[in-house]
């Protein structure tokens, strides 16, 4: 099969790449040494006579990142809800998953998923024993998927994305095909993806069910908190909260808020290594860090920082909550907008770059007119953003119309539950 000789390829390549790049890039090393001694680990924390217990339903959901999490934990949290003996066993690929959710107390364990191989997958798979799977979006591992259907374990994927350039619709994509008969059930986010499944022989075991992203946001927002020095930073400002900001999206901003002294500016990048932060930091000389707020009494006077730049990780979706207007990084890079429900939640009108086509929450709001994309630079930007904080009759309209939007998207979670308990996945 050539194109399982292709992956075989990109699993060596990607191995080798990653240890090379961990000798300069941080998020590599922690790849690399979050991966040492992964087995040992996993067999330490996982009581084997529990997990082969007959009353014991362990559930293994695996996510790529902290987004794709995002939208799994809605499904977590009800399983625990209704059963607080489900064993939850959580993976991540990326560093920037584990390492922020590492400690979260909704499951049973946190770990690294180790890179896919035969070997790895069975020594996985029979450490953790799972009478479930819950495969969250996207990243598709072969030798983890065919060792699930080799022991014929119920798999659900959760919010799946397809798209006509995928290697599934290709035609080197025949070992991308055979990953997906691995699955009980697709769960997708639009049309377009259950057609595409179709095309391939997968319809009876499609739902088109929406994104659980709406109900994790919509739960953030129910459960609102306050952040510490926040509002007194704010004062009686109006505030733009910039929330996963690239660069390029700081330079898009960077007029503006050199310019607009009056307004309030709370700035989250995306990346908080110590570079990243000294580069905004110099980017915008009247700021002051989160880490630095308490120094400053989050004072409001004149003469004070009018921008407020976020070090840490886990508040921003809380950020939005303060916002006039949110603006969501991202949307001038290859990947794409970040995610713009957390803002939109609030009810606040949401601006973000001109690459988002391929997020369907992001266009659905711009077709509801609860955001605006901006690709024109920073006059564009500019005239956007004083024509909100100036017209309050638009701005209301705007954010009532995002609000209404995420509202009208709940309950993808609560579906795929219920599917869950009709199929009796998780009882004898």
């Not at 259950?194 to 919509?218: H, M």
């Not at 660069?247 to 007029?255: F, G, K, S, V």
Request: glycine share 8%; net charge negative; with cysteine.
């Amino acid at each position: 099969m050539l194109s399982k000789s292709l992956y075989n390829l990109f699993l060596l390549l990607y191995s080798c790449g990653i240890r090379v790049a961990a000798i300069v890039n941080p998020k590599a090393r922690k790849w690399i040494l979050g991966r040492r001694n992964i087995f040992a680990e996993i067999q330490s924390k996982l009581d084997p006579d529990s997990n082969r217990d007959q009353n014991s339903k362990p559930v293994w959901m695996h996510c790529a990142s902290l987004g794709e999490f995002e939208q799994g934990r809605p499904l977590l949290e009800e399983l625990k809800s209704q059963d607080p003996k489900v064993k939850i066993i959580l993976t991540f690929f990326s560093p920037s998953g584990y390492e922020v959710m590492k400690d979260y107390q909704g499951v049973d364990q946190v770990f690294y998923l180790p890179m896919d191989s035969p070997l790895n997958a069975k020594k996985f798979i029979e450490a953790v024993n799972p009478s479930l799977v819950l495969w969250v979006k996207y990243e598709y591992w072969f030798y983890y998927l065919t060792e699930i259907k080799k022991r014929n374990i119920p798999v659900l994927l959760v919010s799946g994305i397809f798209r006509q350039k995928q290697p599934f619709f290709t035609w080197y994509g025949e070992i991308w095909r055979k990953m997906l008969e691995s699955f009980s059930h697709f769960f997708v986010q639009n049309t377009e993806s259950k057609q595409l499944l179709a095309t391939l022989g997968f319809s009876e075991n499609v739902s088109l069910n929406g994104d659980t992203r709406f109900d994790r946001v919509l739960e953030i927002a129910d459960h609102f908190t306050e952040v510490r020095g926040i509002a007194e930073f704010c004062g009686g400002s109006q505030v733009i909260v910039a929330g996963s900001t690239w660069e390029e999206d700081e330079i898009e901003l960077l007029h503006f808020v050199n310019v607009h002294k009056q307004v309030k500016f709370i700035i989250a990048p995306h990346e908080i290594d110590k570079a990243n932060l000294k580069d905004v930091k110099e980017e915008f000389p009247n700021s002051v860090f989160y880490s630095e707020l308490s120094d400053q009494q989050a004072a409001t006077g004149n003469g004070q920082p009018n921008v407020l730049i976020i070090d840490n990780i886990g508040m921003l979706s809380r950020l939005y909550n303060y916002a006039t207007i949110a603006y969501v990084g991202g949307g001038y890079g290859a990947d794409g907008v970040h995610n713009v429900l957390e803002a939109a939640v609030y009810g606040k009108p949401v601006v973000f770059g001109p690459v988002y086509e391929k997020f369907d929450e992001a266009t659905g709001l711009v077709n509801a007119g609860g955001a605006f994309s901006i690709d024109g630079g920073p006059v564009k930007l500019e005239n956007i953003l004083n024509n909100l904080l100036e017209d309050e009759r638009e701005r209301k309209q705007m954010g009532e119309a995002a609000k209404q939007f995420v509202y009208s998207h709940a309950g993808a979670s609560k579906k795929i539950i219920q599917f869950i308990q009709e199929k009796r996945l998780l009882t004898s």
